[in-house]
């Protein structure tokens, strides 16, 4: 009996080593201004979200509309996150901060336009001509 035991606990105890080893191995270990390396300049790009868990980043490029873009980028982010995800409160802190207030409410009226019923309905356009 003992030696079933320890047949058992060993294939245990190589199994938990392997996935201790996998886990270290796949590791990637963040290079911060202690490591020696410089970090690389911020770039703020027009209003995109991807699937990386990255904040979207919001900017008007000349000739852009601010508000149309804050609205276009909560309506996108509605679908892939919920109200209380550090994106949804970065891109709104963003639009905020760039356009005042009006540009706050766009993202707001954005989000709430994907989760309504009727998200067909819903753009830019319609929601300037609401205001």
């Given at each position: 009996?003992?030696?079933i035991?320890?047949?058992?606990?060993?294939?245990?105890?190589?199994?938990?080593?392997?996935?201790?080893?996998?886990?270290?191995?796949?590791?990637?270990?963040?290079?911060?201004?202690?490591?020696?390396?410089?970090a690389?300049?911020?770039?703020?790009?027009?209003?995109t979200?991807?699937?990386s868990?990255?904040?979207?980043?919001?900017?008007?490029?000349?000739g852009?509309?601010?508000?149309?873009?804050?609205?276009?980028?909560?309506?996108?982010?509605?679908?892939?996150?919920?109200?209380?995800?550090?994106?949804?409160?970065?891109?709104?802190?963003?639009?905020?901060?760039?356009?005042?207030?009006?540009?706050g409410?766009?993202?707001?009226?954005?989000?709430?336009?994907?989760q309504?019923?009727?998200?067909?309905e819903?753009s830019?356009?319609?929601?300037?001509?609401?205001?």
């Open positions: 009996m003992r030696n035991e320890a047949i058992f606990g060993g294939i245990l105890a190589l199994a938990v080593l392997g996935v201790a080893l996998f886990a270290v191995m796949n590791t990637q270990f963040a290079s911060g201004p202690d490591s020696g390396e410089t690389p300049a911020a770039t703020v790009t027009t209003a979200y991807d699937n868990g990255a904040p979207p980043a919001i900017s008007a490029a000349s852009q509309d601010l508000v149309c873009e804050c609205y276009d980028a909560a309506f996108s982010l509605s679908g892939k996150v919920n109200v209380l995800s550090p994106e949804y409160r970065t891109g709104f802190q963003q639009c905020r901060a760039r356009g005042g207030v009006d540009a409410d766009a993202w707001t009226a954005g989000w709430n336009a994907r309504s019923g009727r998200p067909y819903a830019c356009r319609s929601y300037k001509r609401r205001r």
